[in-house]
């Protein structure tokens, strides 16, 4: 009788652990995050890389695959793993400023010139980089800032335009319109 409770036992908690088909719906579910800028302008082997790692952090944090499903308020912790993710590889790579400002949307917004060359561009994103980490305290206090603002926060804005100036003699001007009531 022993021998038979202890392989039922073996048996459910081999049964509650994540498995390939588990991993594989998670990283169905991140595809949706795809829309984030960050996540967007990954090449589909960096994002496969980036969700793996989303994956592995939650099954370390969450061991029980059944736990994890039917965590109240689930979406919600994803999407805490999904921004600690991007938070940390920030961290580990502060040039990854391309991935939060695009080149195409920097053209559009009028910081840089088109047609740029990836040494060019390189050049730009390590002058970014730069500026950023001397500006602000913490990665996490950069990534908050861009967070809470809809749109680029001046302080950014300030080192995107100062970075063209510098590196390639692009001057902005910015064209403002007052508008009397």
């Known amino acids: ?82 921004v600690s993710t991007i938070v940390e590889q920030l961290k580990a790579n502060p040039h990854n400023m391309r991935n939060i400002y695009p080149y195409p949307y920097l053209v559009e917004e009028g910081i840089l010139p088109a047609g740029l060359n990836h040494q060019a561009q390189r050049s730009f994103y390590d002058c970014l980089a730069h500026k950023v980490k001397r500006y602000y305290p913490s990665t996490y206090a950069f990534f908050n800032a861009i967070v809470e603002s809809p749109t680029t926060p001046e302080p950014i804005l300030d080192m995107q335009m100062q970075c063209a100036m510098d590196l390639f003699d692009w001057t902005i001007e910015v064209d403002e319109t007052v508008v009397i009531d």
Do not use: H
Request: overall charge negative.
């Open 1 to 82: 009788m022993a021998v038979v409770a202890v392989a039922t036992m073996v048996g459910c908690s081999q049964e509650q652990r994540w498995g390939m088909k588990e991993r594989e719906e998670l990283r169905k579910e991140l595809r949706a995050y795809r829309d984030m800028v960050y996540l967007d302008n990954l090449a589909e082997a960096e994002f496969i890389n980036f969700s793996g790692d989303v994956v592995e952090a939650i099954e370390i944090d969450y061991p029980v695959y059944t736990t994890f499903v039917e965590l109240p308020g689930r979406g919600d912790t994803v999407e805490v793993y999904v």
